[in-house]
């Protein structure tokens, strides 16, 4: 059986070789836009951060290895068409040869693409997207070669304060603007706002709810031109968003989700049962809603890889939903966040009730404590837990985990703030920042 | 309505102060053995570490502000006898003088004990046990005053682990010995060997398994007699465990479970309707065996002080079961449980299968990463997660929460190991360290 693979990155790769490993006789074949394949994306602004670590570092597997595992890896293969008749997928090579390979089974994994908005300028060198181990080696050789003293990012999402963090660590200053409104306005102000107060200590300037016109380039560097404002630096980071690159199932007639994504069940199968899709280009059921979403993130792309390839060897698998856990960390401040904010879960049809608590990170009377806020938002008439959104210096990014597997589990949040959860003094108070989160909205739902 | 209330820490007082909020018109009366109610007896070891702290940091609320509260606390009160006929609490006051209480509801929440060990000299001024405030201001004013250099520690529980770091910041050389085997026998090698290692590390000598035979006292100090081995010292701590306080509810006819706690039901009620028992001193149903099951812990004293108080005020309600979940830290070391050990699994009638994981704090090639070890236990037969033991040096404490809640929610390993649990690069690996133990563990369950 040949079980074809459009994209070498975490989905792809994850399927291709757990594939090899279920069934050895079978032939895999995985194209591969780029020279890379199996490299750590989220660990860019990590690495950018530091200049003595090669870009390298990144790469947890060499093509050669999954080649060695008798995976054919075709790197520098752009495929740009699926013939679903001729089960056949074609494209060019770097150099322009076309190229064709035959599948029993395909699997789309073609991940994500920074969103490039529509502003005149943005093809100056100097302007940047991070998404691809080359983009990351881009970025990290323009700050060498040329000096960079002064960025720009152009958004506000968790990338973009990733790589704020990185860029101010090479001392280089950093700006940030956005056209849309606040600092990540899904999350709770009281929460927000502590982000904010961070950035501003590390002498970050925000500029958010500022039009952006275009980018221009003269003998002095960029500038980023805002209705109101001009921001003059020596690289301008674009970091608003990424979205599918869905475009080749699109024309293959493949149905899409939300965002465009293409629509798989839980057993991956998108709307041909030849076709599989996984990763950041596909959508996936939210366990709280039962509702599609697309909300891409590396841990369901390696576990939807593995899925595929058990399911392609005759090994059914089904995946249960996402809950949307992510966190991120932005200089001293962890940031995490799992479930619905009550915005979404208005959407939803839920009827939420949210609240807002601050705790300690540490006991009382204990050294080195620091804030910890909690917002947990339920549903009003069935007293569910819908989600909950967390900021603080030291015990946050774990935390959260408990809440996902409380989500999973459809619990209530009197359920939930009866649960055994861990204590000791350097760890946290008896009452853990989510229990008393937890009896706090307790007294809202019973009104 | 009399509530009467014997023992002023985290159960009792919860219970007093929750039961006079919920209905202002209850007479409350809190009748405490010492003169110190509600601190914070886990923080004592931190405490002590620190010459320039007063123990008085500890202590949560004065008893004056339960009195304010309109709560009568009578503390240096030592209630000696329950008269379940006549409704009283009787005993003697610290000052010699007899007093009795009526009560129409009754919670005992008389806590444990250290375990006193029978063998001869540890009357001899320097041998202390921790337990009461009282407890921790002798062994830090001993400290001071017999300028102690030299500490044994007979016991090598969470306790003595602790004890043994802040004696350790003092400066002060410990010896640990103890009669049984190993350092925390209930641990997976693997997994304890990482924390010998922490505790030799720091100059720690650790002597399990020695049979002590007393201690003696001359010019030069104290001296641990063990079997082939005499441990010289200027102070020795007691921390061999702990036992409920149930001998007043022993003699009164309650009902008794494990280690001699008294016997509660979901309600926090004894075998006496009248009477409800919470804190260290009960016993509780344990959720992933359904046995009755003894462990003391602070969270379960005060929220099982909070269902008391509702219980009494006509809220009723009913606690589900604890599954163990305790940490703790050693020196540089996260210690995590929760759920069953592949002994316990056994003992309660499954049949245990486990394994144990390597895995890292951070992601592939992010710096500063450590080791953490997981041992993942689950049952053969229903692949049923039964419990997990977590030991490294970040990332530990706040983890362990996941499984906790994944064991009250009855999960499969299988279900558990499909997640969403969060993922960023300074946090952890892509796939989080109990999601590889879970993955590891299916496929010995599959066989």
Redesign the interface.
């Known amino acids: 059986m040949d079980f074809v693979v459009i994209g070498g990155d975490?989905a792809g790769m994850s399927a291709a070789s757990r594939a090899k490993r279920n069934q050895p006789d079978i032939r895999v074949t995985v194209i591969e836009k780029t020279h890379d394949v199996s490299f750590?994306a989220?660990?860019m602004p990590?690495?950018i951060a530091?200049p003595s670590?090669p870009m390298e570092?990144?790469v947890?597997r060499e093509a050669d290895v999954f080649r060695k595992q008798g995976i054919a890896v075709l790197t520098g293969h752009h495929a740009t068409r699926i013939d679903r008749t001729a089960k056949t997928v074609s494209g060019r090579t770097s150099e322009g040869n076309p190229f064709s390979v035959s599948y029993d089974t395909l699997l789309i994994a073609t991940g994500a693409s920074p969103i490039v908005p529509d502003i005149p300028g943005l093809d100056a060198p100097g302007v940047m997207v991070l998404k691809h181990l080359e983009d990351g080696r881009r970025i990290k050789n323009y700050i060498r070669d040329a000096a960079v003293k002064r960025a720009a990012i152009i958004g506000m999402g968790y990338i973009a304060m990733e790589m704020c963090e990185a860029l101010r660590e090479r001392d280089i200053h950093v700006t940030m603007i956005k056209p849309g409104p606040g600092l990540l306005p899904w999350m709770e102000p009281q929460l927000s706002g502590v982000i904010q107060q961070e950035l501003e200590y590390y002498g970050v300037a925000l500029h958010p709810g500022v039009r952006i016109l275009g980018v221009s380039q003269d003998e002095k560097g960029l500038t980023v031109h805002g209705e109101g404002i001009d921001i003059e630096a020596d690289m301008v980071l674009l970091a608003v968003g990424i979205r599918p690159n869905s475009g080749i199932a699109v024309e293959a007639g493949l149905e899409t989700g939300p965002y465009l994504a293409i629509s798989t069940d839980e057993c991956l199968r998108t709307s041909d049962p030849r076709i599989y899709a996984a990763g950041d280009c596909a959508d996936a059921i939210h366990?709280v809603t039962g509702q599609k979403v697309w909300i891409p993130?590396?841990?369901?792309a390696?576990?939807a890889g593995w899925a595929v390839a058990d399911n392609v060897c005759g090994k059914p698998v089904s995946?249960?939903g996402?809950?949307?856990?992510?966190?991120?960390?932005v200089f001293g401040m962890?940031v995490?966040r799992?479930g619905l904010t009550a915005q979404e879960a208005v959407a939803a049809g839920f009827h939420p009730v949210s609240g807002v608590i601050q705790s300690r990170s540490r006991?009382?009377?204990?050294?080195g404590a620091s804030q910890i806020r909690v917002q947990m938002v339920a549903d009003q008439r069935t007293g569910r837990l819908l989600g909950v959104q967390m900021v603080g210096r030291e015990?946050v990014?774990?935390?959260?985990?408990?809440v996902?597997?409380?989500l999973?589990?459809r619990?209530t949040v009197e359920?939930?703030s009866?649960?055994?959860?861990?204590?000791?003094?350097?760890?946290?108070p008896?009452?853990?920042p989510?229990?008393t989160a937890a009896n706090q909205l307790l007294k809202k739902i019973a009104r």
Chains 1, 2 share one sequence.
């Not at 993130?297 to 369901?300: I, K, T, V």
């Not at 009866?418 to 946290?428: C, K, Q, S």
């Open positions: 975490a750590s989220c660990g990590y690495n530091d670590r570092d990144l947890v366990a993130l590396a841990l369901r390696n576990r995946l249960p996402i809950v949307g856990t992510a966190v991120f960390r962890e995490a799992t006991a009382h009377a204990h050294p015990g990014c774990h935390r959260i985990n408990a996902a597997v409380a999973h589990n619990m359920d939930f009866r649960t055994d959860l861990a204590y000791a003094p350097p760890f946290g008896v009452w853990d989510l229990l």
